[in-house]
C-alpha cells in the first residue's frame, strides 16, 4: 500500500534531519593512514595471512574496490595478479581510532544525540544543532567530516534524512554516487530516486533472505512492496511486515530518543567459534566446554544468572570423514532451564547433554554457537530442597576469585587443564578482540590456536614424561581453584 496521506503518528517532524556517518573501508583505512599511505590509490586488504585462504577479508580499500573485488570477500577471491599489500587484523588499533574519531564527534554533539551503530557508524540527531551553529544540515555534516579526515586520516560518507531510515538510505544507496560522499533524503527525494531501486538488498533491513521472499511474489524493489495487499505481507512477515510497509513508504516512527530510552524485554549471552580446522566429536566437545565456561564468568562478573540455554553445531562442508561427498545441516537444541543458575558445573552439563542428544558424531565439526538465554540478577536463583546450596555457594566464591585474577592480570593468568589441551582454543582466543588478532603493531600479536598446540607438543617432547604429566595436573589443579574466561562476542568471520 502507497500511503497518498501518511498517518499522523508516523509522520516526520517538521524540521527534524538525521545524520548516518560511516567511515569509509574502515579497518582498512586504518591500516593506510597508519602506513601513510591513500585508501584511494592503495590496494590493501585486512586478512589474516596465517589462515587458510578462505578466510575473509574484513575490509578492503576503495582502490581495491575499484577493481571490481567485493567488499568482505575471502582471500582466494581476490584475482591473481593483483598485487596488493595483506594487513594483518589490529582490532585494538581500530576500536582506539574509532574513539578517537568518536571525540570528535562529541565536540559538536551531546552523547544523547548520538548512537553508535558499530564501531564504524553512528547516527547523529542534527535538529538541535542547526540553530546553535547557523548551519545548514549538509554544511554541518560537511565540517564534522573534514574535520575527521584532517586529524585522523580517515575518510568518510554520510547519508542525511528527515528519519532514522531515510538517513541511512541515504548514506547506503545515494552517497555512493555523490561526489562529496553525501546523500540527502527526505520523503519527496525518497519517492523519487529510492521507491524502484534495486537490488532490494540495498535498503537497510532487507537481507537476501527478505528479498528471497519477495520474490515469490514477483517483487524486486520497494515500489513492488506498495503494490502487494497488506495481509499478504503480514501472513509472509508476521509483525515483520509493518517495518516493511513503512520503509516502502519513506516512514521511520522510531526517533533516537526512544533508542536512547529502550529497554529489552529480556537479555542472553552469546559465543561462537568457525573453527581453524575441522574438529572431531570429542575435540568439538572440548571446545564447548571451554566457551560455556567462558560466558559463565561473565555471569558471575555481572553477578548474573541464566534461566536457558541454546546450542548450535555446524558442521565441515566437505561432509563425513569416512564421506566426503556427504554433507550435514546444523543441529542443536534450546532448553528452558528448571531454575535460574550460574553454576559453572550445571551449565557445562546440560550444554553436554544437549551436544550428546544432537550432535552428528561422524561428521567433522566447523562451527559452535552457545547462547546463555533469560538473563537475570543472580539474587532470583532459588534451590530446591534437594539441592546443595554450600556446594554452590562454594563454586560461586571460587569462580569470583577466577574473575579477579583474570581482571587484574589478564585472561591467560589463571587456566583450567584442558585450555593445554592441543586442540584447545582458549588461550589464543584470550588474545583476540572478536576472534581476530588484538594488535600486531605493539609486538602482541597472539599465536594461532594450532601454532601454540605444535609448540606445547615441542616442548613436551623436551620435557621428562613426570615433568609434562606434572604441567598437566598442576594445570587441572588450578581449575580445581578457579577457572577461565574469554571474549562473549560471536567469532562471524573465523
Not at 602506513?35 to 590493501?44: C, E, K, M, Q, S
Not at 534495486?198 to 517483487?219: K, N
Not at 530510552?261 to 572440548?286: H, K, N
Not at 565439526?365 to 546450596?389: H, P, S, V, W, Y
Amino acid at each position: 500500500m502507497l500511503y497518498n496521506q501518511i498517518p499522523q503518528e508516523k509522520a516526520d517532524r517538521e524540521g527534524q534531519y538525521y545524520a548516518c556517518i560511516d567511515l569509509k573501508s574502515f579497518y582498512a583505512s586504518v591500516e593506510c593512514a597508519d602506513r601513510g599511505l591513500d585508501p584511494f590509490t592503495t590496494r590493501l586488504a585486512v586478512a589474516d595471512p596465517e589462515r587458510e585462504s578462505g578466510t575473509i577479508c574484513l575490509a578492503i580499500t576503495p582502490a581495491m574496490k575499484a577493481l571490481g573485488i567485493k567488499n568482505r570477500c575471502r582471500v582466494f577471491e581476490i584475482p591473481k595478479g593483483i598485487d596488493y599489500i595483506t594487513a594483518k587484523p589490529r582490532m585494538k588499533r581500530y576500536i582506539e581510532k574509532s574513539a578517537d574519531i568518536y571525540s570528535i564527534y562529541l565536540r559538536y554533539f551531546s552523547p544523547d544525540d548520538i548512537h553508535v551503530y558499530s564501531i564504524d557508524e553512528c547516527f547523529i540527531d542534527l535538529t538541535p544543532y542547526l540553530k546553535l551553529y547557523s548551519s545548514t544540515p549538509a554544511d554541518l555534516v560537511r565540517r564534522v567530516m573534514r574535520e575527521v579526515r584532517s586529524e585522523t586520516q580517515i575518510p568518510a560518507t554520510a547519508g542525511i534524512g528527515t528519519n532514522l531510515f531515510l538517513a541511512k538510505v541515504a548514506l547506503d544507496v545515494t552517497a555512493k554516487r555523490a561526489s562529496d560522499g553525501l546523500g540527502f533524503l527526505d520523503r519527496d527525494a525518497f519517492m523519487a530516486t529510492v521507491l524502484h531501486h534495486r537490488p532490494i538488498t540495498d535498503i537497510w533491513q532487507i537481507g537476501a533472505g527478505t528479498a528471497r521472499r519477495l520474490s515469490h511474489f514477483g517483487v524486486y524493489d520497494l515500489y513492488g512492496v506498495t503494490q502487494l495487499p497488506e495481509s499478504v505481507l503480514y501472513r509472509e512477515f508476521g509483525v515483520n511486515a509493518e517495518y516493511l510497509i513503512d520503509h516502502a513508504n519513506g516512514l521511520e516512527p522510531c526517533t533516537l530518543a526512544d533508542i536512547k530510552a529502550y529497554t529489552p524485554s529480556t537479555t542472553s549471552l552469546t559465543s561462537g567459534q568457525v573453527l581453524f580446522e575441522p574438529y572431531s566429536y570429542d575435540d568439538a566437545l572440548l571446545i564447548l566446554s571451554e566457551m560455556v565456561e567462558s560466558l559463565t564468568l561473565d555471569l558471575i562478573r555481572t553477578h548474573r544468572a541464566a534461566g536457558s540455554v541454546s546450542l548450535t553445531v555446524g558442521y565441515n562442508r566437505e561432509g563425513r570423514f569416512n564421506d566426503p561427498n556427504s554433507t550435514r545441516p546444523s543441529t542443536g537444541a534450546s532448553e528452558r532451564l528448571h531454575e535460574y543458575t550460574n553454576s559453572l558445573e550445571q551449565l557445562t552439563a546440560r550444554f553436554t547433554e544437549i551436544y550428546r542428544k544432537t550432535t552428528d558424531p561422524h561428521t567433522p565439526i566447523r562451527r559452535l554457537n552457545i547462547t546463555l538465554g533469560d538473563i537475570t540478577d543472580e539474587a532470583c536463583i532459588c534451590a530446591d530442597m534437594f539441592t546443595d546450596t554450600a556446594a554452590l555457594n562454594r563454586e560461586r566464591r571460587l569462580l569470583g576469585a577466577v574473575v579477579d585474577i583474570k581482571d587484574k592480570y589478564g585472561k591467560n593468568a589463571i587456566l583450567r587443564g584442558i585450555s593445554y589441551e592441543k586442540k584447545a582454543t582458549m588461550r589464543a582466543r584470550n588474545l583476540m578482540i572478536g576472534g581476530h588478532n588484538a594488535d600486531v603493531a605493539e609486538g602482541v600479536s597472539p599465536t594461532p590456536c594450532r601454532e601454540i598446540a605444535e609448540n606445547d607438543s615441542r616442548k613436551a617432547e623436551k620435557d621428562t614424561p613426570n615433568t609434562a604429566n606434572d604441567t598437566r595436573n598442576a594445570g587441572a589443579c588450578t581449575e580445581g581453584a578457579k577457572n577461565n574466561t574469554q571474549s562473549s562476542g560471536g567469532d562471524k568471520n573465523g
